[in-house]
């Protein structure tokens, strides 16, 4: 077998008849030059979905399979993730069962993978010709453009080449990803698939068309399951850049104290351990942190540089903030501080992976 479409359902019901015919036409099922393929649902419905799917099946010799998951592991995400265990075939396609993704299209992305040097084709809508015009409303369009540039700025070396690592329309190569290794919560499995691996991307526009009937299940806790996954993909390099700061504050604190016994002024004692800390950290991150982006940043002296100005000026500029806080939101100082380092650390590391050691 040459392909398996993967579809994920909750409650599609008035969707799936539509979905199986246009998915034969457009591969011409039936005819001499057919693309040998199979559809797999895979169903979390509490409607009426699974049988509507059996009456597709029936009305169609294209094979539909379909598996009906009592317990809805892992969501959406658990869905994809099912259907490429059951795949038949090792190229599997994604795409959803609203008919947003146009089966029509199918065809273009199976062209491209054909070109070969992809592991995966993703069907963009933010490339040239490609469109979100089927977005519901202006704060969907937002709050998806703001998450993808969220999401490609933690991940900048591997999303450098995908404009739309948020799409559920795509193509891959089950033999090329670690299935095992992924552990999706909620909607956004290619997110999981390409930022675990490295893989070789290509992208094809594709214009997100309006649901056909029925309605989206995207909500409010999707968007913070979203916002999980995002800090739990990125755990391994934020916390050790947490050690290193972390490590960093108990160093800056003993500079102080030695100097102190020297008789140097506690101010030159705060500059010096200042920027001494800043070094130290600057070069334990090279090691420990960015040590897989660095050769594909700037030089060591730019990124140095870079990184230098921005924590001296983040020191100067917390210190406003913090009376700020504290005299304008009487605040308590040690609220008002804690609140101060947690932005540092958020500003710091963002700073760091989409400036200091951009590609
Ligand atoms: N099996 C299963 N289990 N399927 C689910 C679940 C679930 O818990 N939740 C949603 N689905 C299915 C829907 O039935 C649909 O086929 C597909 O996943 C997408 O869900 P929609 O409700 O249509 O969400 P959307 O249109 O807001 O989201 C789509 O667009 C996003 C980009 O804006 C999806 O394609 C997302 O994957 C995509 O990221
Ligand atoms: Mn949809």
């Known amino acids: 077998m040459r392909l398996s479409i993967i579809v994920p359902t909750f409650n599609e019901a008035s969707n799936v008849e539509e979905l199986v015919s246009r998915v034969a036409a457009t591969l011409r099922h039936g005819t001499a030059d057919a693309v040998d393929a199979e559809l797999i649902f895979v169903d979390d419905s509490t409607d009426d979905t699974p049988e509507r799917i059996h009456s597709a099946a029936a009305s169609t010799t294209f094979p539909v399979r379909l598996i009906h998951r009592e317990h809805a592991e892992g969501g959406l995400g658990g869905a994809v993730l099912a259907g490429m265990h059951a795949a038949e075939s090792d190229l599997c396609l994604v795409m959803d069962g609203d008919l ?50 969220l999401t490609k700025a933690m991940f900048p070396l591997r999303l450098r080449n995908v404009s739309d690592p948020m799409t559920g329309f795509f193509l891959v190569d089950r033999q090329a990803v670690d299935i095992q290794g992924l552990h999706p919560r909620g909607f956004k499995i290619l997110l999981e698939i390409l930022a675990r691996t490295s893989l070789r991307i290509a992208e094809v526009p594709f214009t997100f068309a ?58 030159v004692a705060a500059v010096v351990a200042a920027e001494v800390t800043i070094i130290g ?39 406003p903030i913090l009376a700020l806080l504290v005299d304008g939101w009487h605040l308590s100082a040690v609220i008002a501080t804690a609140i101060t380092l947690a932005l540092a650390f958020v500003a710091r590391f963002m700073f760091h992976s989409l400036v200091v050691y951009a590609p």
Do not use: C
């Not at 990125?234 to 050690?243: E, Q």
């Not at 070069?283 to 990124?303: H, I, K, S």
């Open 281 to 319: 950290n600057f070069l334990l991150q090279e090691r420990y942190v960015f040590n897989d982006m660095a050769p594909a940043a700037q030089g060591v002296w730019t990124r140095f540089a870079k990184s230098f100005t921005f924590n001296n000026a983040e020191a100067v500029i917390r210190i």
């Open 100 to 149: 947003q993704h146009p089966p029509e299209d199918i065809p273009r992305l199976l062209a491209r993978f054909d070109e070969g040097g992809a592991d995966v084709v993703v069907a963009s809508r933010y490339v040239a010709d490609g469109s979100s015009s089927g977005l519901a409303d202006r704060t969907r369009v937002w709050v998806s453009r703001l998450s993808t540039a």
């Open 210 to 267: 309006e649901r056909f009937a029925g309605t989206s299940k995207a909500s409010v806790k999707q968007g913070i399951h979203f916002f999980v996954q995002l800090a739990a993909l990125r755990f391994g390099k934020m916390s050790r850049f947490a050690v290193i700061g972390a490590g960093g504050a108990v160093v800056n604190l003993a500079i102080v104290w030695a100097l102190l016994q020297f008789q140097v002024h506690y101010l």
